[in-house]
Every structure is written in C-alpha cells, then in structure tokens.
C-alpha cells in the first residue's frame, strides 16, 4: 500500500515539475522575444508565438487521439474534440491558406471540420452524451476547459484594441502591445489545453490499468 501510494505521488511531482519547468520555458520565449534580431515579427503573423501555439494544439490532438484509441468508450467525444482543435489549427494558420491556397480558403477547411464534429457527435448522440458526461467529471477537464476559456473570452478582452488605444497615447505602439498581449495571452490558453490532455491521457492510462488488473 505504501509503495502504491508513493508511487502516485512520485509520478504528480514528476508532472508537476515538468510541467512547471515546460511553463518557465514558454514565459522565457514569449519574454525574451523582443530582444531577438527580427523584433516584433516575432508576435506576428507566422512567427514563433503563432507556430508554438500550433505546436500545442497538434500536440493536444495527439494526446486526444490516442486517449480514445486507449478507451473506445470514450472514442467518440475524443473524436469530436481532435476535429475542433483541428479547426482552431486551420484558423491560426489562415493568413497561409490565403496565400497558398486562395484568399478565405480557410473557411472552408475550418467549416468542414466543425461539420465532421457536429456529424460524429448526432450520429453517436448517444455514445457522445455519455462519455462526454465522463469526461467533465475528470479533473482534466478543467484544465481544459481553463485554456479554452482563456483562448476565447480572456485573450480577446485583454487584447481588446481600443483598451490599448486610451492607455497609451500613440495609437500604432497601442497596436503592437495589443498584438503582442493577445497572441500571448493565446499562447498560455493553448498551454493549459495541452496539459489538460496530457492529465487526460494520463487519467486514461490509469483506467485502463485498473480494469486489466481487475480482470
């Protein structure tokens, strides 16, 4: 028993650590980025902050695929979850499907995905309102729910330009500070959503090795 118990602690001071060592890393870029040779670019379109915060999201949507293939009672709204967060994907990266692809092009990605997702989750209404019931009952949950939170209401209030505007009397270094804060305020949302899907895959883990030991 108390080796099980250590066990369980050893592996949250491990996670914790490591998600803490991962954050200070994240906190050093997004600081240390306007000392860096190409400035402000930096915050913008297509640059480092833009492609961290798409090296989030497709790490999430790893950790949500392999959640469901570990747990097929959960598969559905895992499914529906990797379709959305492959939607916010196309939309960080709609100034390249513009000019790749065709000027708005990217909506119809973007709408395509969130058609797949709506299909899946009413064609398994059922399955999808059961392990998406599970799901908010898991602690991860909340730390998703956090991030996403964080990415839709408080990056977009905090990073409101006309706020900017009347603190700061020149209007085009307001709009370079309200670029900067909004991409990374974004950025610490897509952490947190990250991290929510690894505890989620953690958590899957554990439940699959329970239900092989009671076997």
């Not at 996670?15 to 040779?37: D, E, K, N, P, T």
């Not at 998406?132 to 602690?139: C, E, F, I, V």
């Not at 990415?151 to 709009?175: K, M, N, P, Q, T």
Request: net charge positive; aromatic share 16%; with cysteine.
């Amino acid at each position: 028993m108390k080796r099980t118990v250590w066990r369980v602690f050893r592996g949250l001071a491990v996670r914790i650590i490591s998600y803490a060592i991962f954050l200070v890393a994240v906190s050093v870029m997004m600081l240390q980025g306007a000392h860096w040779s190409y400035g402000l670019s930096f915050y913008g379109e297509n640059g480092l902050i833009e492609w961290t915060q798409i090296f989030f999201l497709v790490i999430s949507i790893f950790s949500l695929w392999r959640a469901g293939a570990l747990d097929k009672n959960r598969r559905t709204v895992m499914t529906v979850l990797v379709l959305l967060l492959a939607m916010v994907v196309v939309r960080e990266n709609d100034k390249n499907f513009d000019i790749y692809l065709g000027r708005h092009t990217w909506k119809w990605f973007a709408w395509a995905l969130t058609a797949a997702a709506a299909w899946v989750a009413y064609h398994n209404r059922n399955k999808f309102y059961i392990s998406a019931l599970h799901l908010t009952r898991q602690p991860s949950f909340g730390i998703m729910l956090t991030g996403a939170l964080v990415v839709l209401i408080f990056s977009r209030l905090f990073g409101y330009g006309a706020f900017w505007r009347e603190l700061l009397d020149d209007r085009r270094i307001a709009g370079e500070v309200k670029r900067i804060v909004e991409e990374c305020t974004e950025l610490s949302g897509y952490f947190f959503i990250m991290i929510g899907t690894f505890e989620l895959l953690h958590e899957t883990h554990i439940r699959k090795r329970c239900r092989s030991q009671n076997r």
